[in-house]
């Protein structure tokens, strides 16, 4: 949701045709704040908590290799609070200060290989519609994608509806509906094994300004559900339950 649109009005200014071309050498930065609430539940047991993070994300575009725009994502500048307090830990570094490059055609969707090093915010670029589309008219979009941090895989597989609520001869508004699934593996916990599942359904608002191609505002609210279990030699299985509560708001500043 992150990608910058070329709008052409057809019909009259009656429809539009929403393809992904972004001028070679353009730079955009984003600042992002995401709130979360949170809920364990382990041997019966509650205990909720918040979390907070902040960050910038620059997006740099390359030349068009085919049918595809080569788009380096880097995340910078990043600060995650947990109950006020700044935490840092190697896998929080890994994922919150990656850099890598997507591929992505005229229609907003990923190339085939989707093996990715790092957090890559992958997963809200929304798919295009194939023909012009008329307020009120809806796609549906389904993406799936591979993660891989320092000592996890995590598999993610988002798809839902978008729509195009309503525009002018500046602004648009795409709204859309989700549900995301992600299955992550700590893979390097010896003798530890950690394996999560994670399924959720989200609601987004996005406002751009078409005239110059440009995301104004990201809305995204996200529910949550994630089940843990740990394997450990000679005890147990260990289940732990959370429930996630997650608001993202994002913004272009330049």
């Known amino acids: 949701m992150i990608a910058i649109f070329f709008v052409f009005f057809l019909s009259a200014g009656e429809s539009l045709l929403l393809r992904y071309a972004p001028a070679e050498g353009r730079v955009s930065l984003y600042e992002t704040e995401m709130e979360s609430r949170h809920q364990l539940t382990e041997r019966g047991a509650k205990m909720d908590f918040a979390s907070r993070l902040y960050l910038n994300i620059r997006e740099s575009v390359g030349r068009k290799e085919g049918e595809y725009f080569p788009v380096t994502v880097a995340l910078e500048k990043t600060q995650f609070l947990l109950e006020g307090e700044e935490l840092n830990n190697k896998t929080v570094e890994d994922v919150l200060r990656s850099t890598h490059t997507l591929f992505i055609n005229e229609e907003g969707k990923l190339k ?143």
């Open 112 to 254: 085939e290989s989707k093996e990715m090093d790092g957090f890559s915010f992958a997963s809200l670029y929304p798919g295009l519609p194939a023909g012009p589309k008329r307020a009120g008219e809806s796609w549906p979009y389904k993406d799936r994608m591979i993660l891989r941090l320092r000592d996890m895989n995590i598999e993610t597989e988002v798809k839902g509806t978008y729509t195009l609520v309503k525009w002018n001869n500046k602004e648009a508004v795409i709204s859309g509906e989700y549900e995301l699934y992600a299955f992550n593996i700590y893979r390097e916990k010896k003798p530890v094994r950690v394996e999560s599942r994670f399924l959720g359904k989200g609601k987004s608002e996005i406002i751009y300004n078409h005239r110059v191609s440009r995301i104004v505002s990201l809305d995204q609210s996200l529910e949550l559900s994630t089940v843990s279990q740990a394997y450990y030699p000679d005890f147990p299985i260990q289940n732990v339950k959370m429930n996630h509560t997650v608001h993202t708001r994002l913004k272009w500043v330049k």
